[in-house]
């Protein structure tokens, strides 16, 4: 087997990518470099910049794990406002979004994702908010709000954080109250778009203080529908209290949240033939050809170039509401020895409808309802001294999901009805401890035990619309397709595992500013059950799919300059992924099985200021992800790119800011660039996204040192079209295809009081 990368391919495609970079940065050097002039050498430099990656807080320069954070302030200024934005602001990240922007949001870490969309399952990328895992898929779609920085560490976290980090973790950490009045505004308007965001900071007492925040993001449709009302309308709501207690031994946070959102699937239809190895392949044969119907004027417009128009007769629906609370308690038990409790309660539901031929015709519809409970208890013991550091915890875990599904198939009169429910429970007990065995030199090493039980119970039962009166009349039940269950499967139906994960590493710091490092990190994600749109041609031995295990290899050095200018990293690593879980189409149904994969490449990211007023930041992955025997349509195998994992990807971002009269004129570049990658495992040729090169940008300009700021910003300057997932339904003669929004211009204003 070859496992080297295409360099030559990866330079030739990212060319255009990085000159347009080096343009932007150099033309934002020429104004900088004329006042540098006359300000000196002055200047403060890029700052600390604080994250929690061993579950203690330090200099993200000081620790060795490949991490990336970015500020509240920084976060606003790029425009993120969910999970899905996070790609244009951190190297590296990518993320595979089932029914478009606005719905499900799976993140991809050096070439680990899920691309699965089904209920029940869970990322191998955790979120965490707030020191609270998430299992929920559409917890990256929620709003990001009140932040006080977001931290992307990468590689498996199997340790300190355990669950489902084998390819590493997105944390959202949320403002804490301060005990002073404050808020703050930030709000925007499109032509067809709104989005304000506030929060209120308030003292109640000597040491209680609250803080409430809330976000709204109101969006017409970009997608033009010619047969129905359009699709991709956004419309979210969410909101956050925080009870905050300091104490003088004592630390208390009480958050509460709750949020819902709605929208359309911004699926569209693009004409699909069956390829070598039953793989979908672009055609240009017109929609009323490939149904068989006369070619009507809505069926028409199928044909047409713009990816954001279409023809479907049922519009679909995008629900989604999150209730939940978390109860944090930090005691300080003696001299450096601290005890953390973190218990959390998380509800999620969802109701789901599409047009799945994405056409005029009733052909092919799926509806989903499901309901996710999740309840988490963690415990954590650390110590903090001058040569040790260390961390003692046990984890527990309990979650429930239920989901309701028809498959209705129009085309043949029939369809196919499913409940799944799936119960999970673990238990994890951590320890991981920091020894400082020379001035220069440092050992890390932690181990975690876990055990997770897991039961399902499916069955599915197909209709048939026989007399007329309805598929899903009582008269029109048929028979039981499938049912996978402890009473008629046994012990098949019930997962144990126990698996340990961890971590060792050396760190070495040679000199001020300077930190290399060697590490061996092992993840795992437990395995599960499918849930499967068809289970007619499937037997119950595909129902389960095993345990993957992560062994991550690194080695990686962090500098900065003594007056903290610049700051450069280097991470290389070598991933050896035993039984990655892949997620794989056979006919109209689609499930994870286990396969060997490979992943290596290398992280680069910096930040530069070389004059006053003028910041350069960045980072570039060269990656090679390949999994190996891939099962094909006709039954054939290869090795196969893994999903949503480019080559070559770059983020590149200039910040330039001058005074100008009383107050502060700003202008803010953002690109991003990556290289081709393929949607899906089996590399369809349908479902492979050709290189792109995204710019936003704003202009903004503050009254005074600490007055209102009003901007203009836009995110897809150059209105590139380009998708965020397909799906290749070639076996009925089309492919879904989900684009991203074009061009959004906005004015608005942001204020602190």
């Keep these: ?72 302030d920084q976060l606003q200024t790029m425009g993120v406002a969910s999970g899905k934005d996070l790609a244009r602001a951190v190297p590296g990240v990518n993320f595979t979004a089932p029914t478009g922007g606005s719905g499900t949001i799976v993140f991809n870490l050096r070439g680990v994702g899920l691309n699965d969309f089904g209920v029940g399952n869970e990322g191998p990328v955790a979120i965490y908010v707030d020191d609270v895992y998430n299992a929920s898929l559409n917890s990256a779609a929620a709003p990001i709000f009140d932040i006080e920085r977001v931290e992307v560490l990468r590689g498996p976290q199997g340790t300190l954080f355990g669950r489902n980090a084998t390819g590493g973790l997105v944390h959202f950490i949320s403002n804490r109250p301060k005990h002073e009045w404050g808020g703050s505004i930030d709000l925007r308007a499109g032509d067809t778009s709104f989005y304000g965001e506030g929060a209120l900071n308030i003292p109640i007492a000597d040491r209680l203080s609250a803080r409430i925040a809330v976000v709204t993001e109101q969006a017409e449709s970009f997608i033009d529908n010619h047969d129905g009302p359009d699709g991709s309308g956004i419309n979210k709501l969410a909101g ?90 930090e005691a300080a038990l003696a001299d450096g020895i601290d005890l953390v409790s973190i218990t959390d309660v998380t509800r999620n539901e969802t109701e789901f409808l599409e047009d799945t031929d994405v056409t005029p015709l009733q052909l092919v519809e799926i509806a989903s309802d499901s309901r996710t409970r999740q309840f988490s208890q963690e415990l954590r013991l650390a110590g903090t001294g001058d040569s040790v550091n260390w961390v003692l915890g046990g984890y527990y875990f309990h979650n429930r999901v239920r989901n309701d599904r028809d498959f209705n198939l129009y085309l043949l009169d029939t369809a196919l009805r499913s409940d799944f429910s799936l119960k999970a429970e673990s238990v994890a007990f951590f320890g991981e401890a920091a020894v400082k065995v020379a001035p220069t030199l440092t050992l890390v090493g932690g181990l975690r035990w876990t055990r997770e039980v897991r039961h399902v119970d499916f069955a599915q039962d197909l209709f048939a619309d026989i007399d007329g009166s309805g598929l899903y009349s009582p008269t029109n039940y048929v028979a039981r397709v499938f049912e996978f269950n402890r009473t008629v499967n046994g012990d098949a139906a019930r997962q144990a595992t126990s698996r340990i994960s961890g971590r060792a590493r050396v760190e070495w710091r ?56 610049l700051r450069f990293n280097v991470n290389a690593f070598y991933y050896d992924y035993q039984d990655f879980q892949a997620f794989r189409s056979q006919g109209l149904s689609s499930f994870l099985s286990n396969v060997q994969a490979e992943i290596y490449g290398v992280d680069v990211d910096f930040n530069l200021r070389p004059v006053r007023g003028l910041t350069l930041s960045g980072g570039f992955e060269l990656l090679h992800a390949k999994a190996f025997d891939i099962d094909l349509p006709d039954g054939s195998q290869a090795d ?114």
């Design 510 to 565: 040679p000199g001020d500013g300077v930190l290399a490092y060697a590490a061996y990190n092992r993840g795992f994600k437990s395995g599960g059950f499918n849930n499967l749109l068809d289970a007619s041609n499937v037997t119950p031995v595909q129902m389960p799919y095993k345990p993957e295990t992560l062994d991550s290899y690194d080695i990686g050095i962090k500098t900065e300059t003594a007056d903290r200018r």
């Design 1 to 72: 087997m070859q496992t080297y990368i295409q360099w030559r391919d990866v330079m030739k495609n990212s060319k255009s990518a990085m000159l347009a970079t080096a343009c932007l940065f150099g033309l934002a050097a020429l104004p900088a470099a004329a006042q540098a002039q006359e300000e000196g050498a002055s200047d403060a430099g890029t700052g600390d910049i604080i994250v929690t990656a061993s579950r203690r807080e330090e200099r993200m320069q000081d620790v060795g794990i490949a991490v990336s954070a970015l500020s509240g």
């Design 240 to 329: 956050r209290f925080r009870l905050a207690y300091e104490g003088d031994t004592v630390r208390a946070d009480l958050i509460l949240r709750a949020g819902r959102g709605k929208s359309r699937p911004q699926y569209t239809f693009e004409a699909t033939g069956t390829g070598a190895h039953g793989q979908g392949v672009p055609i240009d044969t017109p929609a009323h050809q490939i149904f068989g119907v006369p070619n009507t004027p809505s069926l028409a417009t199928l044909d047409d170039d713009d990816p954001h128009s279409g023809a479907v007769n049922t519009p679909g629906r995008d629900r989604r509401e999150n209730v939940g609370g978390t109860l944090r308690l």
């Design 640 to 753: 196969r790119r893994l999903a949503n994992a480019p080559r070559f990807s770059l983020v590149a971002g200039m910040h330039y800011e001058a005074p100008l009269g009383s107050g502060a004129v700003s202008l803010d570049f953002n690109g991003r660039h990556a290289s081709s990658q393929y949607f899906n495992i089996a590399n369809s040729p349908v479902t492979r996204e050709r290189a792109n090169f995204l710019v936003d940008a704003r202009i903004a300009y503050r009254v005074g040192n600490d007055g209102p700021e009003f901007y203009v910003s836009a995110v897809n300057l150059f209105d590139r079209r380009y998708r965020l997932y397909a799906v290749d339904v070639n076996s009925l003669g089309f492919t879904q295809s989900m684009y991203a929004e074009p061009r959004r211009v906005a004015v608005g204003v942001k204020a602190q009081f």
